[in-house]
């Protein structure tokens, strides 16, 4: 096992995968913790559960004072995503212009290890912005000459889930009609984000520092399947609508004209369908993580007694 003492910047921290990886590194003894974000409130709820780490306020995507945090680092984990939204110019700040500021930290301080996560959309067939972006993102890491593991996760869902899963399941629960754009049979190959944690851990503990690797969820479950066992798991009684996909299109794009950061775009759903079907390597074995049976994954994922409770903001 790698020292506990060293620290490990997240950056990009306080979102799905960085409020997950916190409470597994700190179970696994690591306490040398900073997390780095500009989402006040999901901080401050990082915060109030972990008071004994660093938790800091920064905007990466702007030279700054976080800069000085990478003096002393051990590993950089890279975290930090735009991943809905409809103005461009913010997947380009967020995904790109954050990561060039960050790579010029780590050759400043001359950080040794860098774990970069990526995405499965980085071989989609989809094209939207986060795609677009994902893309430049990742070229940038591999083109920097830092010698990284890139890790490119699919669809996740999990503890402090705000988007993806953990939106729909708030929906079902508050809306006694759930509908779902045309059949539903769009398979998707979903990853429990604690399985995804600890291959990030995996790669801090085995000094895993090359590589580009696609972590897929193990079982391809059609998204109406996916709503199915949410309802299950959460005892809803949402009654699941089929929608034309024309109709449920328009809805959406009439939302998107009231909410600037919606939690469902027409170029998100547009992904959904795009019939995308990920590699599946053997990273059980690669990273000695076994992986969570779907069913059980989503037991865990709302039913967990403190963290199925947290509910981050978008």
């Excluded at 769009?186 to 090359?210: A, H, K, T, W």
């Amino acid at each position: 096992m790698s020292d506990s003492t060293q620290k490990i910047i997240l950056a990009g921290g306080a979102g799905l995968v960085g409020q997950n990886l916190v409470a597994r590194l700190m179970a696994r003894g690591y306490a040398n913790i900073v997390v780095l974000d500009k989402h006040r409130a999901n901080l401050s709820v990082l915060k109030k559960s972990r008071p004994d780490i660093v938790v800091e306020y920064a905007d990466l995507a702007e030279p700054g004072d976080w800069q000085r945090h990478f003096e002393g680092c051990s590993v950089v984990i890279m975290l930090q995503a735009q991943i809905g939204g409809n103005d461009y110019q913010e997947f380009v700040r967020n995904n790109v212009e954050s990561t060039e500021l960050i790579l010029n930290a780590i050759r400043q301080y001359k950080v040794p290890q860098l774990v970069h996560i990526s995405s499965s959309v980085v071989e989609s067939v989809a094209d939207d912005f986060y795609t677009r972006t994902k893309i430049m993102q990742e070229n940038m890491v591999l083109e920097s000459g830092i010698a990284c593991a890139v890790l490119r996760p699919t669809l996740m869902f999990g503890w402090f889930d705000r988007k993806h899963l953990g939106w729909l399941s708030r929906f079902m629960n508050k809306s006694p009609v759930f509908p779902i754009p045309g059949s539903g049979k769009y398979m998707r190959q979903p990853l429990y984000v604690g399985d995804f944690c600890n291959i990030i851990i995996s790669c801090i503990e085995n000094n895993v520092r090359e590589g580009v690797f696609n972590i897929t969820g193990h079982e391809k479950i059609d998204y109406i399947d996916i709503i199915r066992e949410i309802r299950r798991a959460t005892g809803s009684r949402a009654l699941i609508v089929p929608v034309p996909y024309s109709l449920f299109y328009a809805l959406l794009w009439v939302w998107s004209l009231f909410d600037r950061n919606p939690p469902f775009t027409t170029q998100q759903l547009a992904a959904l369908t795009a019939k995308d079907e990920f590699e599946l390597i053997d990273w059980p074995d690669i990273f000695k993580v076994p992986f969570t049976p779907f069913r059980k994954a989503v037991h865990e994922t709302f039913n967990h007694p403190e963290y199925s409770k947290v509910t981050l903001e978008f």
